[in-house]
């Protein structure tokens, strides 16, 4: 019987679900398994019952990037690439917001990945790079369209062509988190995070999601136009709070 720790675990709890990478001996270093068990465990999920997916790795570092074993041994090809590019924009166009919680490594494979969140809090400590060209790499995953996205061109370049790390404090200055915190404050500003996220309306959330990405490389004007005749508008929850307030009037 096969007793070893699953590669990730995912436990979900009154809307908020928790992904957790778990290879914490390898830094939890990213194989084609891991991205094998998200989809799974993404096939599983009730999405009506969540209202927001945060994103984690156990021990003292979020990722350290692809497992280097899978890519020696050639196990990893084109079908493994595009597995894993797939995943990740996956996690990226979840109908609910996703939060990533980082602390140490972030790096590479690491950094694609929690660029596929929408909020990103780092501890003050982590360290964040784009290591590819030291390997002589090129992504796969969609870093060189959501980086510059996120930090803008120029400081993507940055990274990407230096290979630097980048604390955790210097990520929030470039845009990269949202919010940098002492270590040992990290996991509660994610728990509070995540629960101000589900104090409000899903509805709302997804659709407001979902304009962002509809919306995405339009002009100002179009993007307006845009959302004035595609929103959704008033949901039953906005109906309730008139309800609540004329009976109080």
């Excluded at 790795?57 to 990722?63: P, Q």
């Excluded at 090809?77 to 996703?98: D, Q, S």
């Excluded at 060209?133 to 930090?151: A, M, N, Y």
């Excluded at 210097?170 to 728990?191: I, K």
């Amino acid at each position: 019987m096969d007793t070893s720790e699953p590669s990730v675990i995912c436990h979900v709890d009154n809307g908020l679900c928790r992904l957790i990478l778990n290879r914490p001996e390898k830094l939890n270093a990213l194989s084609l398994a891991s991205f094998e068990a998200i989809s799974t465990y993404l096939d599983q999920l009730n999405y009506e019952e969540i209202g927001c997916l945060l994103l984690t790795g156990s021990g003292r570092s979020f990722c350290a990037g692809h497992d280097l074993e899978g890519l020696a041994s050639g196990a990893e090809g084109g079908a493994a690439e595009r597995i894993e590019n797939k995943l990740v924009e996956r996690l990226a166009t979840l109908p609910f917001p996703v939060v990533a919680g980082v602390r140490g490594h972030c790096y590479t494979g690491g950094l694609e990945l929690v660029l596929a969140a929408d909020i990103i809090i780092a501890a003050e400590d982590a360290r964040f790079a784009d290591t590819h060209s030291k390997f002589d790499l090129v992504p796969i995953w969609g870093l060189t369209q959501r980086l510059p996205r996120r930090v803008g061109m120029a400081k993507a370049k940055e990274m990407i062509f230096t290979a630097r790390s980048y604390s955790g404090i210097e990520a929030v200055q470039m845009g990269l988190a949202n919010m940098a915190v002492p270590d040992v404050e990290l996991d509660s500003a994610v728990e509070a995070l995540c629960a101000d996220i589900l104090k409000t309306s899903r509805r709302s959330n997804r659709e407001i999601k979902k304009l962002f990405e509809d919306t995405d490389g339009m002009s100002l004007a179009a993007g307006n136009a845009w959302e004035l005749h595609h929103t959704p508008g008033h949901g039953p929850g906005f109906a309730e709070v008139i309800r609540n307030f004329n009976a109080k009037n």
